[in-house]
């Protein structure tokens, strides 16, 4: 599907060790733009090390990495950064009782003036904060209103913006949609879909079957610092995926949540959906609508 593009990012091989501990070994994997590439594993699969790697936190100790075909060696997050790779993590970088405009702009903040009269450019910083979260589909009455009363799905998108904002060819969110319920997971799911539909590349760490399913174009397995590959859609079943996620041990504990996928399938089949599902289906619709007009 993607043949003869040239990925956004790639590792080949990589490993990191920490001591005696293999956190990853030989893992390859890249990302394409317009694509969701979802990064899957149990805890302490490899995923937030991946993750370091490619956000320039860590140094691999073997393997190659290339951006737009062109083999890099950082040595810190800004340098990441300046090749348009942006990292969101679970716990954002906000200050909950300064304006969402504020926020959006933290760390570069627009000025007005000279020297003692230099000042936040409060009009500015409002309109394209605005301007920004409502092509992501949000519409915000007020930016200036703090970002603390906002939901946790919506200040995930004003990160997410953000990053798009200030130039990212690649997002890299790490669990975003963890700490959230349904409804707001869905939310977060949409923006995704929105920055996919923008041409960027996406890499979504999630363990949640569910999410990666409904957002994802191609999946990369981790398990215990190796990876079974990367599959698209067709090639995995939610069944397959959940299986090679967990261990044979916790297969059994698992047998309700494969057998409740089994069920949504056939209701899927008949053209019902569970409740979840209607609510994800229904905010990847919407995305899709206003990503037309993006
Ligand atoms: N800084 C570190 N020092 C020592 N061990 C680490 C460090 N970071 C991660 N590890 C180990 O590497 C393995 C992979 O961890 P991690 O990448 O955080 O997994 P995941 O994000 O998939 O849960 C785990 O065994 C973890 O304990
Ligand atoms: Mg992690």
Not at 48 to 75: A, C, M, W
Not at 100 to 114: D, K
């Amino acid at each position: 599907m993607k043949t003869g593009k040239v990925p956004l990012i790639e590792v080949r091989n990589v490993s990191k060790f920490f001591g005696s501990v293999i956190a990853l070994k030989d893992v390859s994997m890249a990302v394409y733009a317009g694509e969701v590439m979802c990064l899957l594993g149990d805890n302490g699969a490899g995923k937030s090390t991946l993750i370091k790697i490619l956000s320039g936190v860590h140094k691999p100790d073997e393997g190659e990495y290339y951006v737009e075909g062109e083999r890099v060696d950082f040595d810190s997050p800004r340098d990441a950064l300046d090749r348009g790779i942006a990292t969101v993590y679970q716990d954002l970088a906000m200050i909950p009782l300064m304006s969402i405009s504020r926020n959006f702009f933290l760390g570069s903040e627009p000025t007005r003036g000279r020297g003692i009269f230099k000042r936040f450019d409060v009009r500015f910083a409002d309109r394209v904060a605005r301007e920004e979260l409502k092509k992501m589909g949000i519409d915000i009455r007020d930016p200036s209103q703090p970002v603390g009363t906002l939901s946790g799905g919506e200040r995930q998108s004003v990160a997410i913006a953000r990053a798009v904002y200030f130039g990212a060819k690649v997002l890299i969110l790490d669990e975003p949609t963890a700490a959230l319920g349904v409804k707001q997971a869905g939310t977060v799911l949409r923006y995704i879909a929105q920055a996919r539909a923008r041409n960027l590349g996406v890499v979504f760490i999630t363990h949640n079957p569910h999410h990666a399913y409904a957002v994802g174009d191609r999946f990369t397995i981790l398990k215990r610092g190796r990876t079974f590959g990367t599959f698209t859609k067709d090639e995995l079943s939610r069944e397959e995926m959940v299986r090679m996620m967990s261990g044979a041990d916790e297969l059994e504990a698992l047998s309700h949540e494969l057998e409740e996928f089994a069920r949504t399938d056939a209701m899927h089949a008949k053209g019902k959906l569970s409740e979840v599902e209607q609510q994800l289906a229904e905010s990847l619709e919407r995305a899709a609508k206003t990503g037309d007009d993006v």
